[in-house]
């Protein structure tokens, strides 16, 4: 695995758990931004995955 990919599922699984620590608080908002930046990271690892695969089908 690339290691652009491997950072950004870690940022993301680090801002799954903490949007799941805030929605225990009750803390709605900050729940939904968490949730926005762990499917934000998720996707930047899917398009550099794409990515290093473009390259490798050279």
């Known amino acids: 695995m690339n290691e652009n990919v ?6 993301a699984f680090e801002c799954l ?4 620590a805030l929605l ?3 803390r709605f908002t900050a729940t939904v931004s968490r949730s926005y930046y762990a499917m934000f ?3 930047q690892a899917a398009l550099f995955s ?3 695969e473009a ?3 050279i």
Do not use: N
């Open 6 to 11: 491997s950072v950004f599922l870690e940022k």
């Open 17 to 20: 758990a903490d949007a799941q």
């Open 24 to 26: 225990e608080k009750e």
């Open 41 to 43: 990271h998720a996707a």
């Open 50 to 52: 794409e990515k290093s």
């Open 55 to 57: 390259y490798t089908d």
